[in-house]
């Protein structure tokens, strides 16, 4: 199974937003649309990622500081502050066990798929799960079907 093919079943709307707009727009948007990361989009062109990971990795960074004296309110934080800048790229035919195992290394939950310069959709961790899922289901349902149908020796 190919990148390409999870996309078409998980269709292709997404979420953006710029660097320049406030960290907190984007957890809103975020919130509201039940998702863990946002495409971080500059004159139309990917810029980087946002995600739930960097959310955290703020809001903690935040607190700590915030114990050795007054902090500026989350309000103030950019999107372009938190960002990964050089998130992974996925090309849409990068097989899918090469997908899973490029998650896992780098400990990205979120990758764009492009092709060339055109931001085709982002894959999910659990995107790629349910994917995997399935086709392993349809399998098992064919050896099942096919084993049943096994012909008799004589």
């Given at each position: 199974?190919?990148?390409?093919?999870?996309?078409?079943?998980?269709g292709?709307?997404?979420f953006?937003?710029?660097?320049?707009?406030?960290?907190?727009?984007?957890i809103i948007?975020?919130a509201?649309?039940?998702?863990g990361?946002?495409?971080?989009?500059?004159?139309?062109?990917?810029?980087?990622?946002l995600?739930?990971?960097?959310?955290?990795?703020?809001?903690?960074?935040r607190q700590?500081?915030?114990?050795?004296?007054?902090?500026?309110?989350?309000?103030?934080?950019?999107?372009?502050?938190?960002?990964?800048?050089e998130?992974?790229?996925?090309?849409?035919?990068?097989?899918?066990?090469?997908?899973?195992?490029?998650?896992?290394?780098?400990?990205?939950?979120?990758?764009?798929?492009?092709?060339?310069?055109?931001?085709?959709?982002?894959?999910?961790?659990?995107?790629?799960?349910?994917?995997?899922?399935?086709?392993?289901?349809?399998?098992?349902?064919m050896?099942?079907?096919?084993?049943?149908d096994?012909?008799?020796?004589?």
């Open positions: 199974m190919q990148v390409n093919e999870i996309l078409k079943v998980k292709n709307t997404l953006t937003v710029a660097p320049d707009s406030k960290l907190s727009d984007g948007t975020m509201e649309q039940d998702i990361s946002l495409v971080v989009m500059l004159d139309g062109k990917l810029a980087g990622m995600t739930f990971r960097e959310v955290m990795k703020v809001l903690a960074r700590v500081e915030h114990r050795e004296g007054p902090t500026p309110p989350v309000a103030d934080i950019y999107v372009n502050e938190v960002m990964n800048p998130p992974l790229i996925v090309d849409p035919t990068m097989d899918v066990n090469e997908l899973r195992r490029a998650m896992l290394e780098t400990h990205q939950r979120y990758l764009p798929v492009m092709d060339g310069d055109t931001l085709l959709g982002v894959l999910s961790f659990h995107d790629v799960a349910k994917a995997v899922l399935e086709e392993q289901s349809f399998e098992n349902k050896l099942k079907a096919y084993i049943r096994w012909p008799a020796e004589g």
